[in-house]
């Protein structure tokens, strides 16, 4: 099965998703978006496979959404979504694809429902919190 993940490393969510992507048993293709920017298309592909809009995918801290003026409801989808294409740090992250669909995996045990294997346990994620008991069970 095919794993891509749009991923931060510096982001711990997203550092703690492709480490159970990985413990899985997977090897991703991973999309350091950052360093790559988004496409319209792309990011449109992305939200509707996802269930997601521009609005709702939008990193509203750590990002200049602020400064951007995103933050008020009164500013259109479109308007979002250039500023994600200029500015790719305004996506939330990471976004994971696989057969199983596509999902922005905040929090990272979200991932969980996409992986038809779960990496053996105990896991925990980086901050020590447990994800997978030692039976191999999701806790969260």
């Known amino acids: 099965m095919d794993v891509v993940i749009h991923h931060n490393p510096d982001c711990g969510t997203s550092r703690n998703v492709l480490a159970i ?7 991703p293709t991973i999309i350091e978006y950052l360093k790559t920017g988004w496409t319209r298309p792309q990011l449109l592909g992305l939200f509707a496979a996802a269930g997601l809009t521009p609005r709702t995918a939008l990193r509203t801290t750590k990002s200049p959404a602020a400064e951007l003026g995103l933050l008020d409801d009164s500013v259109p989808d479109e308007r979002i979504l250039e500023a994600m294409i200029a500015h790719p740090v305004l996506v939330n992250r990471p976004i994971v694809c696989t057969r199983q669909g596509v999902r922005l995996c905040r929090p990272s045990d979200v991932v969980l429902d996409l992986l038809d294997t779960l990496p053996p346990g105990p896991f925990h994620k980086e901050d020590g ?3 997978i008991d030692a039976e191999g069970h999701r806790v969260v």
Do not use: N
Not at 21 to 27: H, K, V
């Open 21 to 27: 992507i990985e413990a899985a048993g997977y090897r």
């Open 129 to 131: 919190s447990l994800l």
